[in-house]
C-alpha cells in the first residue's frame, strides 16, 4: 500500500500501533475519508487476509486512539458494521 505523505507518523496519537503496522492503519485512515467502510473492505485495502489479527493490529488501537469509530456502537460484531473517522482524525488529516 502507498502511505500519504501527509500524516507522517500517527505514533504520537496512536502509541498502540506498531512501527510496521502505522502504514497500514494510515491506508485505513485515507480509506474512511470518503465514505463508510466495513472491515472486510478495509482488510482488502491494506491485504490483510485475518480478520483477528488486522482487529488486534489496526482497527482496535485506532479505535482505541479515538480516529475510527463504529457506526453501530451497541453490535461491534455485526454483519452491517462500517467504521468512519472521527472530529479527531479528520483535524489530523488536514
Known amino acids: 500500500p502507498v502511505c500519504p505523505q501527509s500524516v ?3 505514533s504520537p496519537v496512536c502509541p498502540r500501533l506498531s512501527p510496521v503496522n502505522e502504514e497500514d492503519a494510515i491506508v485505513v485512515l485515507y480509506s474512511l ?25 489496526i482497527l482496535n488501537p485506532l479505535n482505541d ?20 473517522l472521527t472530529n479527531k482524525a479528520r483535524d489530523l488529516m488536514n
Open 65 to 84: 486512539a479515538r480516529l475510527i469509530e463504529p457506526t453501530i456502537k451497541d453490535k461491534p460484531t455485526s454483519s452491517k458494521q462500517t467504521y468512519r
Open 33 to 57: 475519508l470518503t465514505e463508510n467502510l466495513s472491515i472486510s473492505a478495509l482488510m482488502e485495502k491494506v491485504g490483510e487476509k485475518n480478520k483477528n489479527r488486522f482487529r488486534q493490529n
Open 8 to 10: 507522517p507518523s500517527l
